[in-house]
């Protein structure tokens, strides 16, 4: 019983917690997610990402020719 009472007041801290820091983060991640966002959406990102995107498939390309090479 004691183990109950104990895992049973556990369960309700957390809860309480739980609430408490979702409440209060909220605000916080809003912040967060309109930073990330302002970085991903900047225009020289956008160019680094498509220009990173562009080597490794060039990449991939090229290991693909190595393998088939060292495979026959």
């Known amino acids: 019983?004691?183990?109950?009472v104990f895992w049973l007041g556990v369960g309700v801290v957390a809860?309480?917690?739980?609430f408490y820091g979702a409440k209060a983060g909220r605000g916080r991640y809003?912040?967060?997610k309109a930073?990330?966002?302002a970085v991903w959406n900047d225009p020289k990102v956008k160019k680094a990402r498509k220009?990173?995107?562009k080597r490794a498939?060039?990449?991939a390309q090229s290991a693909v020719k190595q393998a088939k090479k060292i495979t026959r």
């Not at 019983?1 to 109950?4: A, G, I, L, N, T």
């Not at 809860?15 to 739980?18: G, N, P, S």
């Open 1 to 4: 019983m004691r183990k109950y």
């Open 57 to 59: 498939e060039a990449a």
């Open 51 to 53: 220009k990173a995107l």
């Open 15 to 18: 809860v309480v917690a739980y």
């Open 35 to 37: 930073s990330v966002d």
């Open 30 to 32: 809003r912040d967060i």
